[in-house]
């Protein structure tokens, strides 16, 4: 016998992001059925077959997408639990992706860092499912934390041409941003409006994390033909919505007990990359001028501070500079001449050892900038000092 079938409608499969979201649903609803021994079978359809008159199908798991779709289960005579927010009117038992606290849990993360000001930009168009309850979500958390949140519609051009759509997305952006001052923190109600920020910072020559902090709504999978990877998201938990749709149908087959109209999941945890984090750009050069005060180890490079920030050498050049007027280098060498004028005058090491103890490959080295700044090699210079 044929237990409970799992149906994605082709409307939804026939796009890019349709078939990562089926594989996270049968992620989800594979769980179930390892943890409880009920047996789901997939089952593909396309617009043209009907599901009528099927006696062995006892329940189904449906991505609804719209009321026309749905008007084909409603013929089934068998328990049908929905998993996608768009239809208009729930049909359905549904068990769907919460976008409200989507929204919530963006603007919250941005103010625990430290934003003052706040935009959330999406696309132009009808104000529906899942687009409006993480803007009602949004809208809430501002309120409650006392944070005020600028909305900003990026206009839809006429046209299928995707590069075309691409430029015009980013050249939308970067005119906005020029008329603003960094640093400026962004939620992007999806990946495509995220994608046109961070290439419209990269056109200004800004640096995600430094004048710019950017999360972005969804996970980036959910559009296949850019790469967003780059960018901090709040993802969907479609693998929990399969596993609970799956759970609350059997639990409707079996006993009776039919699901709650609408059961809400929450998104999962912030995907975080320093892009999102706006203390980043006034807060790095306080850390690192920190780290350089009180770290023990003279032989630090660019490259290992940046490491230890998780930023581009490039980030750190630029946050420092901003703050000091100094160069990065230039702080670290006078730091390392500093240290070796104290070792030479307060010990007796010698020059091979002052060398290795400050991040000196050879004497030779240590000696030839140490004259340029002191105008005698670190031996002569250490016996022309008073005792």
Known sequence: MVFPQLHIDAFACTLPFGMWIAQELQNGIDRYTEEHGTRFEPFWTSDKFTLENQPWLKGMIAFVPDLRVSSRFEHLGCPVVNVSSNLGTHAFPSVLNDGAAMGRCAVEHMVTCGASRLYYVHHRGPNRGYRKQRMDGALEAGKHLGIHIQFLEIPRKDTKDRHEK???????????????????????????????????????????????????????????????????????????????????????????????????????????????????????????????????????????IADEFGVSTSTLYRAVKRKTGQNLKTQIRDRKLSEIKRLLLETNLAVEDIAARCGYRSVQTLTAVFKQEFGAPPGQWRLSQPT
């Open 166 to 304: 691409l430029l015009n997305g980013v050249t939308f952006c970067s005119e906005w941003l020029q008329q603003t001052t960094p640093p400026v923190s962004v939620i992007a109600s999806g990946p495509t409006e995220a994608q046109y920020f961070s290439l419209a910072a990269e056109t200004l020559g800004w640096t995600l994390g430094q004048e710019m902090a950017l999360i972005q709504l969804t996970d980036p999978r959910e559009h296949l033909w850019h790469d967003t990877s780059h960018i901090s998201c709040i993802p969907h938990d479609w693998r929990q919505v399969g596993y609970l749709s799956a759970e609350r149908l059997v639990n409707w087959v079996d006993k009776g007990l039919k699901p709650k109209e609408i059961e809400w999941v929450p998104p999962l945890p912030p995907n975080l990359t320093p892009s999102s984090d706006p203390s980043i750009g006034s807060d790095l050069a306080t850390r690192v001028h920190s780290l350089l005060q009180h770290s023990s180890d003279y032989g630090l490079r660019v490259e290992d």
